[in-house]
């Protein structure tokens, strides 16, 4: 949950809406400035509502663990897969390895969601949701990527690498 808050996640959130901005998606936003802000507002909007419905309704009703946890050892290619796959797997509360339907069902309902606050000519149902969607596992892609190499040297004491057991 703490992502909605994390400057990790701001600046990632900036870089999706300046590259919305770069290619003129979403029209419906005008450019300059003002567009910017709006970009940047429903893509704070599409994180916060797929991690809320990703990282907190979801795992409970679906018994996962959805966090991401430092992986730290190993080659930087498998530390890169590492976090990458940790995008659509995740632990469930049986400790195995499994789809991470929760992320990515968070990411699909957040995208659905945007069909309400985006510009009304841009609203297109599925198209939207899907494209949004996927946005929403790449962001938590490279959030992961993001707390795998950069994050960690901010924090180099914090040893917790692994889920505590429950």
Not at 125 to 140: K, Q
Not at 147 to 155: A, C, D, L, Q
Request: one cysteine or more; a positive charge.
């Amino acid at each position: 949950m703490e992502t909605v808050i994390d400057p990790v996640g701001f600046i990632v959130i900036g870089a999706v809406a300046g590259v919305q901005q770069s290619q003129n998606n979403f029209p419906g936003y005008g450019q300059g400035a003002q567009g910017y802000a709006k970009r940047y507002a429903a893509s704070y909007g599409d994180l916060l509502s797929g991690t809320l419905i990703g990282s907190a309704i979801l795992p409970s009703l679906l018994k996962q663990d959805p966090r991401y946890f430092y992986k730290g050892t190993g080659s930087k290619r498998s530390r890169i897969l590492y976090a990458l796959a940790n995008a659509v797997i995740c632990k469930g509360d049986n400790g195995h390895w499994q789809t991470n339907y929760s992320s990515i069902l968070g990411s699909l309902a957040a995208g659905g969601l945007s069909n309400l606050y985006y510009p009304a000519e841009d609203r297109n149902g599925a198209r939207l949701t899907f494209e949004n969607g996927a946005i929403g596992i790449g962001t938590t892609a490279a959030l992961n990527l993001m707390e795998e190499f950069v994050v960690r040297k901010f924090t180099p004491k914090n040893t917790d690498t692994e889920p505590k057991k429950r």
